[in-house]
């Protein structure tokens, strides 16, 4: 959580120097991420929706194992996507293999 603050503020800091005035946009989107267990590369692609600035949005973007090409929604500089993963309850990431 600290690291997402200091990107944050690195970003304001940003901003403000070159406008005066700091704009930075927040997108938040849910993950469906791989098993914790799974080792290689990955890869995502959006399912449904689209990364919105309500925390409650319907967007879904899903990890795929392999190579495969850059998820890329085309946001201007000083906007962060914000990334939900839900808990398994255990200290681990809840995985979901695709098709689940």
Same mark, same amino acid.
């Given at each position: 959580?600290?690291?997402? /603050? ?10 403000? !120097? ?19 267990? +799974?080792?290689? !590369? ?10 919105? %600035?309500?925390?409650? *949005? %319907?967007?879904?973007?899903?990890? +795929?194992?392999?190579p ?9 500089? *000083?906007?962060m996507?914000l990334?939900?993963?839900?808990? %398994?309850?255990? *200290?681990?990431?809840?995985? +979901? /293999?695709? *098709?689940?």
């Amino acid at each position: 959580m600290k690291a997402l /603050w200091r990107r944050v503020a690195a970003l304001e800091r940003r901003r403000i !120097e070159d406008s005066g005035r700091p704009e930075v946009t927040i997108r938040f989107a849910h993950l469906h991420s791989l098993p914790h267990t +799974y080792i290689g !590369e990955r890869h995502e692609r959006l399912i449904r929706g689209f990364p919105s %600035d309500v925390p409650d *949005g %319907d967007c879904v973007i899903q990890e +795929y194992p392999g190579p495969g090409p850059r998820l890329d929604f085309g946001f201007g500089p *000083g906007t962060m996507l914000l990334k939900f993963i839900e808990s %398994d309850g255990n *200290g681990h990431t809840k995985g +979901y /293999w695709p *098709g689940e």
